[in-house]
């Protein structure tokens, strides 16, 4: 019986190792290009440093007035106000959603599904955007480097392409492409639905994705025929991997002499180089990349192990009144006089009761206004802190305030997969008693909920950030002992795999030229058959 296991390990191992070794040298070396190129995508910080500002605001429609000529009722989900379609000031409206998508509910609208076009200096209703309307848009998006450089060009309307596989988007399909003119040949991605830029990618970025993160998450089985089996083969493939892993380890361990060497004096019994230092090899960095692929798996949440179904955040809590502009409320222009003529974006939302506009621009936290008469407003902590128990169905355990990052509360760089959203500190830590021990992290600045985790997803934190990308504070503050690190045993991991490789293409090589003598009668591959004429 112990021979046997031992020949299927041996089997398992070098069969498995045939098929997958070339992916994981793929993913070994497109994980060290992912660290420093990652995926196209339009943080908020790049959103506002692109937008056109709103400037003084003249002619601009309140929004109530604006909402009432669209043919808008309330009470709103969402608005905002932005120079974001052809370069022109438009409201933003998204109405609350209708019961069957509705908080508590299972379905989920997408983001900016529902969102409604508005010009805000006519009022009329915008219909979906077109290639015209792109193009400006675009051009608007690209003013601040587009100085004597042609128009942006329409390459056309796509659906999904290597560069937009996210589901973010999916409300903003058919997306409309556009080539800018710039020294980083930018492409940009409109919206047909709203007429705003939802993505850009410059060609470093494109490029440098074929080898980093397009080809790393498997993309190549996005968006085609593959694309409703995509999940499965990136779950099974790394299942595959573990057990490829903890084979090769079993039998590099039980072929390694730990005490006496063998004949050659050696303690590895391969004198193969390729076969050497694979075996060498996995010994250094079998554990690593047996981690790497663990927690690759972790990254798919395969089969939603970490859902915990929580109840869903009643937001309302902290709004405390429903986002309905009044008649009396401050003009654009009112707002803008306070804000100042660089804002880039404003939005209504209720804190504690108080109708309020956040005024952004290109840099910085926003300027908190009341939106009655464009006053200067300031989050009371103390009712925030009051208002916060009312989130979940479930006891306010306590509440802390972080003054800087933790394990669980940190930024991590733009470009990174879990990097580009606001991290502000301080923050407030909301721990309540529920089922799944949630926690809620707000803005004591703006009253905002930025985030919300759960057993669940702190398990996540652990297995997949935690093991994944090294996400541990004592690294990340250090870089670059963190690049070192990862670099060198990503290295490690890739030349266990090209080895394998090699090894693979020459068992496979033996196999072929065994098959060929077995069967004399056949002529060789590539050869030509040759009649008795010689012909």
């Known amino acids: 019986m112990r021979v046997r296991i031992k020949r299927w390990l041996f089997l398992v191992h070098r069969w498995l190792g045939v098929g997958l070794c070339?992916?994981?040298?793929?993913?070994?070396?497109?994980?060290v290009v992912m660290m420093y190129v990652g995926y196209p995508k339009l943080t908020s910080v790049e959103r506002l440093a692109h937008l056109p500002p709103l400037g003084d605001g003249a002619g601009l429609l309140g929004p109530h007035k604006a909402l009432e000529k669209a043919g808008v009722a309330g009470p709103l989900r969402e608005l905002r106000l932005a120079a974001?379609?052809?370069?022109?000031?438009?409201?933003l409206a998204v109405p609350e959603a209708p019961a069957a998508t509705a908080p508590g509910s299972r379905r989920r609208s997408s983001p900016g599904a529902g969102t409604v076009v508005i010009d805000a200096r006519s009022g009329q209703r915008l219909a979906e955007a077109d290639a015209a309307t792109a193009v400006?848009?675009?051009?608007?998006?690209g003013g601040a480097f587009l100085a004597d450089t042609p128009k942006p060009r329409h390459v056309g309307l796509v659906q999904e392409d290597a560069f937009t596989h996210s589901r973010a988007l999916d409300a903003h399909r058919p997306l409309h492409v556009l080539q800018?003119?710039?020294?980083?040949?930018?492409?940009?991605?409109?919206s047909s639905l709203t007429g705003e830029v939802v993505r850009?990618?410059?060609?470093?970025?494109?490029?440098?994705?074929?080898?980093?993160?397009w080809i790393h998450w498997l993309y190549p089985f996005r968006g085609g025929v593959l694309d409703g089996w995509w999940t499965d083969i990136v779950n099974w493939l790394s299942i595959a991997g573990i057990v490829l892993v903890l084979a090769g380890m079993t039998v590099g361990l039980m072929r390694w002499r730990f005490g006496r060497p063998y004949k050659s004096g050696a303690r590895s019994p391969y004198g193969s180089r390729a076969m050497r230092w694979h075996h060498i090899g996995g010994l250094l960095f079998g554990a690593v990349t047996l981690t790497w692929i663990f927690s690759g798996l972790m990254s798919m949440n395969p089969w939603r192990i970490f859902d915990t179904g929580a109840a869903p955040l009643r937001t309302q809590a902290l709004g405390g009144v429903p986002l309905q502009p009044m008649a009396g409320d401050a003009t654009p222009a009112a707002l803008l006089a306070v804000a100042g003529a660089g804002t880039r974006e404003l939005r209504w939302t209720p804190v504690l009761g108080v109708p309020v506009v956040q005024a952004t621009g290109a840099l910085g936290r926003p300027t908190l206004l009341k939106a009655a008469d464009a006053s200067a407003h300031t989050v009371d902590e103390g009712g925030l802190q009051a208002a916060i128990a009312g989130l979940l169905p479930a006891p306010l355990l306590r509440i802390e305030r972080l003054q800087a990052y933790d394990f669980?509360?940190?930024?991590?760089?733009?470009?990174t997969m879990t990097g580009g959203a606001e991290r502000p500190?301080?923050?407030?830590r909301a721990v309540f008693g529920d089922a799944q021990h949630s926690w809620v992290h707000i803005d004591p600045a703006t009253g905002a909920v930025l985030g919300r985790s759960d057993s669940g997803r702190r398990t996540s934190r652990w297995l997949f950030a935690?093991?994944?990308?090294?996400?541990?504070l004592p690294l990340l503050d250090r870089r670059p002992l963190w690049d070192v690190l990862l670099v060198v045993l990503s290295l490690g991991g890739a030349l266990v795999s090209l080895t394998g490789v090699v090894i693979g293409w020459r068992r496979l090589g033996l196999k072929v030229r065994a098959r060929r003598r077995r069967r004399p009668g056949l002529a060789a591959v590539g050869t030509p058959f040759r009649t008795s004429s010689g012909r």
Not at 202 to 209: I, K, Y
Not at 466 to 472: A, E, G, I, M
């Open 200 to 213: 850009d990618a410059t060609r470093t970025e494109r490029l440098w994705n074929y080898a980093g993160a």
């Open 466 to 472: 935690l093991l994944h990308s090294w996400d541990w």
């Open 408 to 415: 669980h509360y940190y930024d991590r760089a733009a470009h």
């Open 425 to 428: 500190l301080p923050v407030l």
């Open 136 to 141: 400006a848009s675009a051009a608007a998006f």
């Open 180 to 190: 800018l003119g710039d020294g980083e040949d930018t492409r940009l991605y409109v």
């Open 22 to 31: 070339a992916f994981f040298a793929m993913w070994f070396v497109s994980g």
């Open 84 to 91: 974001s379609r052809a370069g022109l000031p438009v409201y």
